[in-house]
């Protein structure tokens, strides 16, 4: 439990220091966002992913929009990379899986969303008493 506080306040941190450079971009539009169709997407690994940010956040939406997009994403792997060794093998595939399919601008965003879901609904199921 004490590495998903961690992470947690990891991201929090990340999130506090990081609205100064996305102010002007509204969360709802970046998350309404899809990668382009001709955007090479690594193949789920192990390993942690190295998705090419600049390509994914490039939209015909603007240079406000990819900026924001850059920003929050090189912040959110720097947060995520260091943590990766502890999720489940099986949760870094599936998850890199989902991301990569549903192609959302915001990638590390929604896979550590999904890996941090799913350590959470695993916990939840030996701890049913949430103690």
Known sequence: MKKITTCALLAVLAAACAPHARAEVPEGELN???????????????????????????????????????????ERALVLQPAWDEYQDSDKITCQEEVTHIRHIQLYKNLAYCLDKRRYDAWRKTHPEGH
Do not use: H, M
């Open 32 to 74: 309404s966002l899809y990668i382009r169709p001709e955007v090479q997407l690594p193949a789920p690994a192990l390993t942690f992913p190295n998705y090419p940010v600049v390509d994914d956040c490039t939209t015909e939406f603007g240079d406000a929009v990819t900026n924001a997009c850059v920003t929050g994403e090189k």
